[in-house]
C-alpha cells in the first residue's frame, strides 16, 4: 500500500513564501514523475510542477519563475518552494506520484489528501 503525505500549507500574506513537502511511503519500487497540482474553490484542478525521476522539470506559466519544484529521491519526497505569492495562488495543493510498486506492475498514480495555501492580508 503507497501513501503520499502532504504538508507544509498554510495563510501567508501576499509576497510571502511557502515550502510545501510531499513523502510517499509505502511498498515502492520505483517513484517516476512526482508533481503538484491545486484546486482553487469553484475551478478544476490544474497542474502546477512536475518533475521526473532524473530532475527534468516543468512549470505552469503562471507560476514559472516563482515556484520550484525539487526533489529527493532518496526519501521519495518531492518539494514546492513557492515565493512571491499572490492571492490567486490560493488554493488546496495536491501531491502526485507515478509509482512502480514492483517490476512485474506497470506505474500507477497515487494523490496525497491536500494541503491549503491561503494567501491573504
Known amino acids: 500500500q503507497v501513501q503520499l503525505v502532504e504538508s507544509g500549507g498554510d495563510l501567508v500574506q501576499p509576497g510571502g513564501s511557502l515550502r510545501l513537502s510531499c513523502a510517499a511511503s509505502?511498498?515502492?519500487?520505483?517513484?517516476?514523475?512526482m508533481g503538484w497540482y491545486r484546486q482553487a474553490p469553484g475551478k478544476e484542478r490544474e497542474l502546477v510542477a512536475t518533475?521526473?525521476?532524473?530532475?527534468?522539470?516543468t512549470y505552469a506559466d503562471s507560476v514559472n519563475g516563482r515556484f520550484t519544484i525539487s526533489r529527493d529521491n532518496a526519501k521519495n519526497t518531492v518539494y514546492l518552494e513557492m515565493n512571491s505569492l499572490r492571492p490567486d495562488d490560493t488554493a488546496v495543493y495536491y501531491c502526485?506520484?507515478?509509482?512502480?510498486?514492483?517490476?512485474?506492475?506497470?506505474?500507477?498514480?497515487?494523490w496525497g489528501q491536500g494541503t491549503q495555501v491561503t494567501v491573504s492580508s
Open positions: 502526485n506520484a507515478h509509482i512502480q510498486i514492483n517490476l512485474k506492475m506497470p506505474p500507477d498514480d497515487y
Open positions: 509505502g511498498s515502492i519500487f520505483s517513484v517516476k514523475i
Open positions: 518533475i521526473t525521476i532524473d530532475y527534468r522539470t
